[in-house]
DNA sequence: TTTAGGG
DNA sequence: CCCTAAA
């Protein structure tokens, strides 16, 4: 899985495809949440173009100013390259907030961003995160497992993935964010959990007498969901689904890249490039329209025509000389509070396969985009940047995004009818500018080891952020290398492009198949829902069909011989207590139907458990 | 929707 | 994990 995604670069969370997670619950997209996204992008390439057009776009950014305090712990992630387990990471600094609030805050980096959080400061403190993190110091902004509590008497990292979030914060100086030391209360059992938003944020589960504390598998709360959609061009077309990246568990960040181009090519009108470029990146199946640019009807639209959200989208999309153009940039989306577990004697590649994986489920769960105004979270996709109160340029820094679970709340997909979106004006417009993003992006990519590169990451991202061109501090949305770019995705997961695709394989750990014998031994094997939801109801990954299947299979290995078995090993006690459960409860099953002999089954066997 | 099983 | 018949 890991093998091609890119994760670099922020705007590639917005526009990860929200994985199916089941084929049976299928989500109608709506079309406004794909406004969001592509209104995201609009801004964000419009900004770029302005700044680069005039050096006071400065002031611009500095609305932005990161809100909170929360601590946070980032880490980026890439795997460009042939190893899963090659991700690199780096720290930002974020605010802390609550967590429905939390949202607000913007970072500005090169890549994606796992936080670390203490999962007992998210019920103890209402859901308020410690986050540690950073954005320009390197020293502090690696992944300290230590920190975490690797080394800590428990021997679990813990990373509280909560629920996306894309800070948005001011440009300008990612480092005057307030570095706060690392809070060592990682030593809950480790949850690989994905915050819901807001209420849903503190959910976590028991899942064992021993290990009771509070467990939140990795996933927000909604469950699984299977989504298929259409994708839908930077014009609001409709793709044919065998033309479009769609959205799969296994190609998210596949899709999430297509998303980054249609950034960069649709959205963005960066200069320079061309349109044989572009036309190549549609060849080779990038939703791209040829003959690239801004419409000019798109061109014409004034903002103030800008009632419905195409308007906001024209508006969005405006040429540069508008003044009132809405300009921003979002440099990261910060996936916050992934909670890993992994022992103290589990190798750092284990670890970093165990980050892959939370990372995985986070995305593939879904994402959608939210908007913040002044704190406040925009719920109608309808009105207009202006009617919303973030018209102006000195509102920015009440502008706030965030990247939330559930894919639901943001069909990514939408309908053509509803994205009528602008078209590039210029199609020689293309990210010159983001060439050196891209170069620091590929160099991201290209680190191989990602906790020794991180450093060498930052750098780049900060060497970006020039104080006399800000775009340039803005989101590389790689641009460089328009073939690589069109050849990652469809050359290394051309298939993957039908909505069904089977989930990405989630082997159990056995945190997992402790809590799910525990919950049998008490439940017994026919009520699968009651062990999801006592168990592992914030584990949106893990169905009650999955459960059910893995108890399967927990019997047949517990029945084989050690030397038959496969996979990570478990532990021969919870073997033997799975089969005593299994026992025991077809014995119960023998009861309810006759239940004289039950009785006296019962008697002999005082429980499944022993 | 949930169970139960086969694939 | 997926798919589905049944309930």
């Keep these: 899985m890991v093998v091609k995604r890119r994760l670099n670069c922020g705007f590639d969370f917005s526009s990860i495809p929200k994985a199916p997670r089941s084929s049976r619950r299928k989500v109608s997209s709506k079309t406004d949440d794909v406004s969001a996204i592509d209104l995201l992008a609009s801004l964000a390439g419009k900004l770029l173009e302005e700044s680069e057009s005039s050096s006071n776009s400065t002031n611009a950014f500095e609305g932005f100013s990161h809100q909170d305090g929360k601590m946070k712990q980032e880490h980026v992630y890439n795997h460009n390259k042939p190893c899963k387990s090659d991700f690199s990471h780096q720290a930002n600094l974020a605010s802390s907030k609550s967590p429905s609030e939390n949202t607000s805050d913007v970072s500005l980096e090169n890549g994606c961003v796992l936080e670390q959080t203490p ?56 480092s005057q964010l307030p570095v706060q030391s690392v809070p060592n209360g990682y030593r809950n059992r480790s949850k690989l959990v994905c915050r819901d938003d807001d209420e849903n944020y503190c959910k976590y589960y028991k899942f064992s007498d021993k290990c009771n504390k509070s467990y939140r598998p990795l996933t927000w709360s909604g469950g699984h969901r299977r989504i298929k959609k259409s994708v839908v061009t930077k014009y609001g077309r409709a793709l044919p689904k065998s033309k479009c990246f769609e959205d799969t568990k296994t ?66 999309i405006g040429l540069p000389s508008e003044d009132s153009l809405v300009k921003f940039s979002i440099k990261s989306l910060r996936i916050p509070e992934l909670f890993i577990e992994v022992p103290e004697t589990a190798t750092v590649g284990s670890l970093k396969r165990t980050v892959m994986e939370a990372v995985t489920a986070l995305l593939d769960d879904g994402i959608s985009i939210g908007v913040l105004v002044q704190g406040k979270k925009v719920r109608d996709d309808n009105n207009t940047l202006s009617q919303t109160g973030f018209s102006c340029r000195e509102n920015l820094s009440n502008l706030g995004f965030t990247l939330e679970p559930g894919p639901e709340k943001l069909g990514v997909p939408l309908r053509s009818e509803n994205h009528v979106m602008s078209k590039p ?40 952020q020039k104080p006399s061109s800000d775009s340039r501090a803005l989101v590389p949305v790689s641009a460089l290398e328009p073939e690589a770019l069109a050849i990652v995705p469809f050359n290394e997961k051309p298939k993957r492009t039908e909505a069904s695709q089977r989930r990405t394989r989630r082997p159990f750990s056995v945190t997992e198949v402790e809590a799910l014998v ?87 066997e005082s429980g499944p458990s022993m």
Excluded: M
């Design 119 to 174: 999962v007992s400061d998210c019920k103890s403190a209402g859901g308020v995160n410690l986050l540690v993190g950073c954005v320009n110091k390197k020293e502090d902004c690696e992944f300290h497992v230590e920190s975490g509590g690797v080394t800590e008497e428990t021997g679990v990292v813990n990373v509280d993935d909560g629920g996306l979030i894309a800070d948005t914060f001011s440009l300008k100086d990612p």
């Design 251 to 316: 190609d998210g960040c596949l899709k999430a890249l297509h998303r980054k181009r249609k950034l960069c090519y649709g959205y963005n009108p960066w200069k320079h490039e061309t349109v044989h470029r572009k036309r190549r990146l549609s060849d080779k199946g990038l939703v791209v329209n040829s003959d690239g640019g801004l419409s000019s009807e798109s061109v014409t639209n004034s903002p103030e025509k800008g009632e419905s959200e195409n308007g906001v989208l024209s508006t969005a």
């Design 425 to 464: 004006t210029d199609s020689t417009k293309l990210p010159e500018r983001s060439a050196d993003s891209l170069a620091c992006a590929d160099y991201v990519i290209n680190s191989t080891n990602c906790v020794e590169n991180k450093q060498e990451l930052l750098p780049c991202q900060i060497d970006e």
């Design 518 to 604: 525990h919950a049998v031994e008490e439940l017994g094997t026919g009520r699968w829902r009651d062990v999801k939801l006592t168990s592992f109801d914030n584990a949106s990954h893990r169905t009650y069909v999955d459960l059910k299947d893995k108890w399967k299979t927990l019997v047949h290995t517990a029945s084989i011989s050690p030397q038959q078995r496969r996979g990570e090993p478990v532990p021969q006690e919870l073997l033997d207590r799975v089969l005593a459960a299994h026992r025991y409860w077809s014995q119960h099953q023998v009861k309810q139907n006759g239940k004289h002999q039950a009785a006296a089954t019962i008697v002999i």
